[in-house]
């Protein structure tokens, strides 16, 4: 009679463990899908940016600055996105990658404020579909590193709850790094706008 | 409902009681019981079949319109902008949106059984009214909808509460047939029993169908509260919410909907329409101060509220000014607009496109603007593209035309146009047909066929055929011709069987993007390996022979549809090759788009046919 108990007790013990490893799994997956996921809403960005600035370059001949810093930007973190995809894993490339992206990011900032300064470009159509167009991209890269860290969070979350604590560090299920702010110099450059 | 199945129950035993003079036996009851239940279900079946119509049957029922996702329009393009960005914070995949043109209150709702099938439904006036963050937030709260299957849950309560009241609705019926209805004829159908049950079933249909509403409305009520709050997480932005709810109250049309059958779609929506003081207990929604006290505890409603009520700032667009005759600026290359709109819309011209022509038509002579707009005229302007300056021949190519069975005035027409079209840049050629095209489908079989065949003259007639001219040729045989009709017949199911072909067609490409023979043979090579056929060869430049492209081009357009689109991707790399792009180039690719039947590769597609060297 004991041993039937003890059986089942198993029996139940080992479906238990089984149910938290699938579970871990799944949220494992989705963080690391997530994290792909960043990095097509870069590249989209990234194939977006030329178009976008040569647009602009006819209306705003003024702020040569501003669009060449983005133009320089751009090619700078496509660089080290090639050196990053090349040597993956390595910390000093993805460190360099993380950089590049803040610059470009401070950079197409400061394009997108500029536009406000400019009240007759903003009324022109093209323009405020460049605007959008621009605005949406960062929306969009911004959004999805959100997503990633939400999916992070929720993986994280399981793996050191009470039950599941046990069995993780058991089956091998390492903490996610979350994604912190890549804030360099350039991008903490407040924009600047004149009132001429 | 068990309640109410005992209900009836009771009232069924108290009624046989009361006729047959004995108490009512065990299956009796269970037979009531069983009655009532069937009658709960057929309603509830009923609205499920007609809740579960497709998706664009539903918004269509409400007088929507389908957004594109390739849309021009600005407005919409925002809204498709801000819903890809909460599918990519969501994790879920952008549904299908429509529009409600004719409401202009703010709302939204989701219909569909599952996340799968789900589709999002925005009002004109939420598009028009809410900045871009208070629309991002109203997304987002849809999307939550989807995300925890409300939906679904919903439309369980719905079918519930339906098949109750056709319970109940039963219950009336009797009750009104059998009472006799006062008329001399009714009085037959008099039936105490019967009528006193028909009093009893509606009575606990109704009673029934007030505590099932209340139930529903305070599920409802707090899967909204749970909507609200993924909707923060998803925007990480409560003010944008508070702002939409606040704009709500302070838009005069609120967010009704004026359209009859909203009201059975209320508890669908992402706010109520302003309801009367019995509609507290059975609300779906909580009240809006509630939902943004809790959207943000920080900050009093009264300051949103104060803000929504400014007008929102709506920036003046400057319309294209159609007087100047001054040349229209260089047109965003990225998104189609303009002049690679109009080219890229050969084949299928839609609203959007024509609306870009009006900047267009504008640069152009007044005769031609007007030629363009009858069959008669666009016929003549694209008969005028092609003729000749040199006085003999060009006397040879209108008898060509007067000897088709087309119009008499069309030779005279085209004549007279044709030294204002030479005026233009050749760059214009393409968005001439794109034009035209519009016009020409208005004519009739025998007339279009009439019509190409005259072409086909006056092509002859010169004996000589240009590359342009076959270009022209080709795209409108094949958008006018028999050959548009096609069926979506496919012959050929691989690249690999169409080696020779293909050769021939990157050949020509090659060419045509450069004449030192080295640059062709690297262009080809990329063409080549794009494909991955090592095996195709480039041909000799003398050997290309335009019949041989025509019947190659032919060869292709029954080739399986995702192939075509590979041959074009193809076709795009060679021209691309060397890193730029010339007018012929660009028009050969657009012809073999159209008789491909495919999209052309957007890089390509987007370029200005008048910013491309010669």
Redesign the interface.
């Given at each position: 009679m004991e041993g039937w108990i003890a059986l089942a007790v198993i029996a139940a013990l080992a479906f238990w463990a089984i149910a938290i490893y699938n579970a871990l799994v799944q949220l494992r997956n989705r963080y690391k899908n997530s994290y792909a996921q960043i990095d097509v809403q870069l590249k989209r960005r990234y194939d977006l940016i030329p178009n976008l600035v040569e647009a602009a370059k006819g209306y705003l001949t003024h702020e040569r600055e501003t669009l060449q810093a983005v133009i320089a930007a751009r090619g700078a973190a496509v660089g080290a996105a090639q050196k990053a995809a090349a040597a993956p894993g390595d910390p000093a490339a993805m460190q360099g990658l993380a950089q590049a992206e803040g610059v470009l990011g401070g950079a197409l900032g400061r394009l997108l404020a500029v536009f406000e300064a400019y009240p007759d470009l903003k009324a022109n159509q093209n323009v405020m579909q460049v605007q959008e167009e621009l605005a949406s991209t960062e929306n969009k890269v911004a959004f999805s590193r959100q997503a990633y860290n939400d999916t992070v969070m929720e993986y994280n979350t399981k793996r050191e709850s009470f039950p599941d604590n046990i069995f993780a560090g058991m089956f091998g299920f390492t903490a996610a790094m979350l994604l912190e702010a890549t804030e360099s110099a350039e991008e903490r450059k407040a924009p600047k706008v004149s009132f001429k | 409902m068990a309640a109410i199945v005992a209900c009836v129950d009771l009232v069924a035993g108290a009624v046989y009681r009361v006729w047959a003079g004995a108490p009512a036996g065990q299956n009796f009851h269970l037979a009531t019981s069983l009655i009532t239940l069937a009658v709960i279900a057929l309603g509830s079946l009923e609205i499920v079949a007609r809740l579960s119509m497709g998706r664009g049957e539903l918004a269509t029922l409400l007088a929507g319109r389908p957004v594109p996702r390739s849309s021009v329009r600005?407005d919409e393009?925002?809204l498709i902008?801000?819903v890809?960005?909460?599918a990519?914070?969501?994790?879920l995949a952008a549904p299908p949106l429509y529009v409600l043109n004719r409401e202009p209150g703010i709302n939204a709702f989701v219909a569909g059984l599952s996340p799968g099938q789900a589709v999002v439904v925005v009002t004109q006036g939420a598009l028009e009214q809410l900045s871009?963050d208070e629309l991002q937030a109203v997304i987002a709260h849809e999307f939550s909808h989807i995300l925890h299957g409300d939906i679904r849950l919903n439309l369980r309560a719905v079918c519930v509460l339906q098949g109750i009241v056709f319970l109940a609705a039963i219950g009336r019926f009797m009750m009104q047939y059998y009472s006799g209805a006062g008329t001399e004829e009714g009085r037959r159908f008099f039936h105490l029993p019967l009528a006193a049950a028909g009093i009893g079933v509606f009575a606990v249909g109704s009673v029934g169908l007030l505590c099932c509403r209340i139930i529903q409305a305070a599920i409802a009520r707090e899967r909204e509260n749970l909507a609200d709050a993924s909707a923060v997480r998803f925007t990480?932005n409560a003010d944008a919410l508070c702002g939409a709810l606040a704009r709500i109250r302070a838009n005069s049309e609120g967010a009704r909907l004026r359209n009859w059958h909203a009201d059975a779609l209320a508890h669908m929506l992402f706010a109520p329409d302003s309801g009367s003081w019995l509609r507290s207990l059975v609300a779906t929604h909580p009240p809006i101060e509630e939902r943004m006290r809790r959207i943000n505890p920080h900050v009093s409603p009264d300051f949103y509220f104060e803000k929504a009520s400014k007008p929102r700032v709506i920036?003046?667009?400057?319309k294209a000014r159609a007087a100047e005759k001054e040349k229209p600026?260089?047109?965003?290359?990225?998104?189609l607009?303009g002049v690679a709109a109009l080219v890229a819309s050969i084949g299928d011209p839609g609203a959007e496109h024509l609306e870009y022509a009006a900047g267009l038509l504008a640069y152009l002579a007044p005769s031609i603007r007007q030629a363009l707009g009858d069959p008669l005229g666009a016929q003549s302007v694209m008969l005028g593209c092609v003729l000749e300056e040199e006085l003999t021949i060009r006397g040879r190519q209108l008898a060509a035309i007067g000897k088709a069975g087309v119009h008499a005035d069309l030779a005279r027409k085209a004549e007279v146009i044709a030294p204002l079209l030479r005026q233009l840049d050749r760059a214009y050629r393409l968005p001439l047909v794109a034009l035209a095209v519009p016009a020409l489908k208005g004519l009739d079989e025998a007339s279009r066929h009439a019509f190409l065949d005259a072409l086909r003259r006056v092509l002859v007639a010169d004996q000589r055929l240009t590359l342009s001219e076959f270009v022209l040729a080709t795209i409108l045989d094949w958008t006018l011709g028999p050959k548009a009709r096609r069926g979506g017949e496919v012959r050929y199911k691989a690249c690999a069987e169409l080696a020779a072909e293909t050769a021939l067609v990157l050949s020509l490409l090659a060419y045509a993007g450069s004449s030192d023979p080295a640059e062709a043979a690297a262009a080809f090579d990329k063409g080549r390996a794009a494909l991955g056929l090592p095996a195709l060869a480039l041909a000799e430049r003398d050997a290309l022979q335009l019949s041989g492209i025509a019947k190659a081009l032919e060869r292709m357009s029954v080739l399986a549809p995702l192939e075509k689109q590979r041959l074009l991707e193809a076709f795009s790399t060679t021209v691309a090759a060397d890193g730029n792009v010339k007018l012929m180039e660009h028009e050969l690719l657009r012809a073999a788009a159209c008789v491909l039947d495919c999209p052309m590769p957007p890089s390509v597609a987007?370029l200005d046919p008048r910013l491309l060297r010669k």
């Open positions: - | 600005d393009r925002r902008n801000v890809d960005e909460m990519i914070a969501s994790g871009r990480r920036e003046e667009k400057v600026r260089p047109i965003v290359p990225k998104r607009t987007a």
